[in-house]
């Protein structure tokens, strides 16, 4: 099994569009999905699962769809909140947390703070994080901290920093890039890709997934 699962979360607006739908109804069944990979990765033993619910460019979204994304995120922690803490997981957030809507901050700290004593699954959303932005973070921290800027050095200074590297992302909607997450984390990192849309992208998905995994010959650029 994987450690550590990151997943990018693509697809949402194409699989309401596929239905006449608009935008926000493609998140909010994505939401579902986040629930249920959550769920199972408690249950599967995944130490860690790391999320991309928001990308700085995602800005550029209409001002509506914004706003739903926020709104969602708010409502969905508030609803889980008891669901994620009676299965042990911990919240944690990457990304510039600061430049979110203060109601959004309000509920990020209320769930973290409730689910702080727990020690299963570590749960983290990436909110207006951008991966190229997190290196210059990081080595600003370390040049401020007085210390060398090495490889040890970065990897201790970036939020991610008491998280294993992911063994496995996943990324939704066919799509094969990056797209500014876990650059420098995903170094040695196993990606699958998948045409399944993020809403549609449950326990069947998430199993091939795995699979296609332990398929894989992990060699960490050794011959
Ligand atoms: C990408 O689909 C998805 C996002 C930008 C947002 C992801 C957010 C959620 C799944 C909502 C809830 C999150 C949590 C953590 C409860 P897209 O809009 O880019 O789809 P498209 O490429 O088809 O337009």
Same mark, same amino acid.
């Given at each position: 099994? =994987?450690?550590? $699962?990151?997943?990018?979360?693509? /697809? ?9 739908? =608009?935008?926000?109804? /493609? ?22 699962? +790391? ?12 001002? #509506?769809?914004?706003? /739903? ?16 803490? *009676?299965? /042990?997981? %911990? ?14 901050? *309000?509920?990020?700290?209320? +769930? ?25 973070? #990081?080595? %600003?921290? #370390? ?15 970036? %939020? ?25 984390? #995903?170094?040695? +990192?196993?990606?699958? $890709?998948?045409? +399944? ?7 069947? %998905? ?18």
């Amino acid at each position: 099994m =994987p450690r550590h $699962v990151a997943i990018i979360m693509d /697809g949402n607006g194409r699989w309401a569009k596929e239905r006449g739908y =608009p935008r926000l109804m /493609g998140h909010r069944a994505g939401a579902e999905s986040v629930r249920e990979v959550v769920r199972l990765a408690g249950e599967w033993g995944i130490e860690a699962l +790391t999320l991309y619910a928001f990308s700085t460019e995602n800005w550029s979204r209409s001002a #509506a769809e914004v706003r /739903g994304l926020m709104t969602l995120l708010a409502h969905t922690l508030r609803r889980e909140a008891k669901e994620l803490n *009676k299965n /042990g997981v %911990q919240l944690r957030t990457i990304g510039r947390a600061e430049a979110l809507p203060a109601f959004v901050r *309000k509920e990020l700290k209320q +769930t973290r703070d409730l689910l702080s004593n727990n020690r299963g699954v570590v749960l983290t959303l990436a909110l207006n994080y951008g991966g190229r932005q997190e290196i210059v973070d #990081a080595v %600003q921290s #370390a040049l401020h901290a007085g210390e060398p800027v090495t490889e040890e050095t970065i990897s201790r200074h970036l %939020q991610t920093a008491p998280l294993p590297d992911p063994d496995l992302m996943i990324r939704t909607s066919g799509e094969f890039r990056l797209s500014n997450f876990l650059l420098w984390q #995903a170094a040695y +990192t196993e990606i699958h $890709v998948t045409s +399944t849309n993020w809403p549609d992208f449950r326990r069947e %998905q998430f199993l091939s997934a795995l699979l296609d995994y332990q398929r894989r010959e992990r060699r960490f650029g050794r011959a």
